[in-house]
């Protein structure tokens, strides 16, 4: 009887703005709708700049419930500041930045722009040098910076992704830094 019920509801109901006839993945300067962003939608937006490219890695940095992440990124997709990586799996929580996003963004300086392109701000710098000589002090960062442990691992993540860290232990995270990580260091730090 569930079945039968979701199956009729899921024929009826409406489909998301993704699901209409017409939709089409990639922007166009025709193809989207005016969308009014607000601070939420900005961050998130930020983010994506920066290389956080994945909906987990968004809904563990802002510290929110993935229906209010979810709900931005279906804003920033209607209104072309983004643009999904594809309409299935993964690849449809998977985002990359247009460059209407990039100009709804206040601008970076020139070394914000290099360091963002490289998926670095100053406080992932300071992570990586803290990593590189005294990986002990880790938690202390997390203190100074006020950073949740979901944020932290989504940072984590981020910094693995990228190459600039390897992360070990079973029980206990430890992140060690790797040569593209050194380099990081010697260059911003």
């Known amino acids: 009887m569930t079945l039968v019920t979701a199956v009729i509801a899921s024929l009826t109901a409406k489909p998301k703005y993704y ?26 937006l930020s ?9 987990s890695d968004l809904t563990d940095t ?25 309409m299935r799996g993964s690849k449809f929580y998977t985002f990359e930045i247009t460059e209407k996003g990039i100009k ?7 070394l914000e722009q290099i360091m963002a392109f490289e998926g670095l701000t ?3 710098a300071e992570l990586l040098s803290l990593v ?8 202390e960062f997390v203190k100074k910076h006020a950073i949740k442990s ?11 992704r990228l190459g600039y860290i390897k992360e070990k232990g079973l029980f206990k995270r430890r992140l060690e ?4 990580g050194t380099f990081a260091v010697a260059k911003y730090a």
Do not use: C
């Open 62 to 86: 802002m510290g929110v419930d993935s229906k209010q992440s979810g709900a931005s990124i279906d804003k920033l997709d209607m209104g072309g500041y983004i643009v999904r990586a594809g």
């Open 177 to 180: 830094i790797t040569e593209k």
């Open 122 to 124: 100053p406080m992932y």
């Open 132 to 139: 590189k000589d005294s990986p002990e002090k880790q938690a």
């Open 19 to 44: 699901g209409e006839a017409g939709w089409e993945r990639v922007p166009t300067a025709t193809n989207r709708k005016e969308m009014t962003l607000d601070d939420f939608d900005r961050k998130l």
């Open 104 to 110: 709804a963004l206040p601008q970076l300086s020139e």
């Open 150 to 160: 979901m944020h932290m691992a989504a940072i984590s993540s981020h910094l693995t």
């Open 47 to 55: 983010l994506i700049r920066l290389g956080h490219l994945y909906m």
